[in-house]
């Protein structure tokens, strides 16, 4: 089965846009066993879109389009793809009511403009948007439009995330369940590790990947700031077995450097933890400025186990709000572990807390010495019975080293306590 994507807006092109379509769309395909053969971003410009949309005609199954569909005047995929197929556009009421209805519970007058996006070419299935004003578009393209032996199904998704997420997985998946038929049994799963670089965890998994190869199992990598995704995926009878035995083996190879799987991220993990266990938390940052309460927060139910926060960035910050000694900080510096010590330890006393992490470090460009060079972080932990304390060196921009930190102080959360 071919797939083709097509991302249109002048805006990519330009860099000023970041195209996550195009992971986010290939990955939810993927999971369903469907595998994108190609995709393009292209401009806002007329014959980009129809040279683009009629050269996968020539050749795919299954072509989505993403953005165009608005009501401003770069927004032209609707109207250049009906041309195209020479479908005309008609005034879909059912489309129109739910633009106005829109606007009406919002209490904000609608933009006369916005009445185009209500134009349907005939013969178009609608796919209702719940979180915008554009709705999806699904044509068959039958020959010799479609020059194949084969109809063509054509996709146009709107362009925001917030809009196309729920859209694909609410309509468009359905569609895919009615009119193609499941791939051979296809199954893929995704470990997350954190700690360890993309070459050392392959070379933990040589002997692993090697008996893998026999089985029909797959393995790939994918390596992010502090982290490297382990991707297992296999085909046809059995598959499901098969992945099952290597996730045991890859775990027995890997063990707490897997910290979840699929879309987990480090805090969700670190707060479910935290809540499983009835514990809490406190931070005191330094050099991250908040960077981790941030992802902290960011996890639903963090209320539960994150009690405060502080952000001490100056000295003056560390001894009052965290009673650091004012010799510590003479005598070692506010980049050290003495200082990272007593800021754990003082954030743990004053929010009686059962954790507390502490950082403190140079983000650089500028602050390095000999001894201490830029991107030098302590990390501390305090807990009821001892205070531990890392020392790094990220020798990252700013951030990247404030989120490798954060990572860093997160897994040691993680590990202590599971130990």
């Not at 805006?11 to 369903?32: I, K, S």
Request: glycine share 10%; with cysteine.
């Amino acid at each position: 089965m071919q797939i083709e994507i097509i991302n249109t807006g002048s805006e990519l092109m330009l860099g000023r846009v970041l195209n996550t379509h195009q992971q986010w769309l290939c990955r939810q395909l993927a999971d369903l066993g469907f595998i994108v053969t190609r995709q393009i971003a292209i401009s806002d410009e007329g014959a980009a879109i129809q040279n683009a949309v009629r050269e996968s005609l020539g050749r795919a199954d299954l072509i989505i389009t993403t953005g165009g569909l608005g009501p401003t005047s770069d927004d032209i995929t609707r109207d250049l793809i009906a041309k195209l197929l020479e479908k005309k556009l008609e005034l879909n009421s059912e489309v129109l009511r739910r633009i106005e209805n829109f606007f009406a519970e919002r209490k904000r007058r609608m933009p006369e403009s916005t009445k185009v996006q209500a134009m349907v070419p005939e013969g178009a299935t609608v796919l209702q948007n719940e979180n915008g004003t554009a709705p999806g578009l699904v044509m068959e393209v039958n020959p010799p439009v479609a020059p194949r032996k084969d109809r063509t199904f054509l996709i146009m998704l709107p362009g925001p995330p917030r809009e196309l997420h729920p859209m694909f997985l609410q309509q468009v998946i359905p569609l895919l369940g009615k009119h193609f038929p499941q791939p051979d049994n296809f199954v893929c799963r995704i470990l997350k590790t954190t700690g360890l670089g993309e070459s050392f965890v392959e070379e933990k998994l040589s002997s692993d990947v090697k008996n893998f190869a026999g089985k029909g199992i797959e393995i790939g990598y994918c390596a992010r700031v502090g982290e490297v995704e382990l991707r297992i995926s296999a085909r046809g009878s059995g598959a499901g077995e098969k992945i099952a035995d290597a996730e045991k083996s890859i775990r027995a190879s890997l063990g707490t450097h897997i910290f979840g799987t699929e879309n987990d991220s480090l805090e969700a993990i670190v707060v479910r933890l935290l809540t499983e266990r009835k514990q809490t938390l406190a931070l005191a940052e330094s050099c991250t400025g908040g960077f981790i309460s941030n992802r902290i927060t960011n996890v639903p139910g963090a209320s539960a186990v994150f009690l405060n926060g502080i952000i001490s960035y100056s000295n003056e910050a560390k001894q009052k709000l965290l009673g650091v000694r004012t010799e510590t900080l003479s005598q070692s510096g506010a980049v050290s572990q003495p200082v990272a010590r007593e800021m754990a330890e003082g954030a743990r006393a004053g929010s009686k807390t059962d954790y507390a992490l502490a950082v403190t470090g140079i983000a650089g460009p500028d602050g390095g010495t000999e001894g201490k060079p830029v991107g030098t972080v302590w990390i501390a932990l305090a807990t009821q019975s001892e205070t531990v304390a890392q020392h790094h060196i990220f020798r990252y921009d700013r951030e990247t080293f404030k989120f490798v930190t954060s990572q860093e102080a997160l897994d040691l959360l993680r590990q202590t306590i599971l130990r």
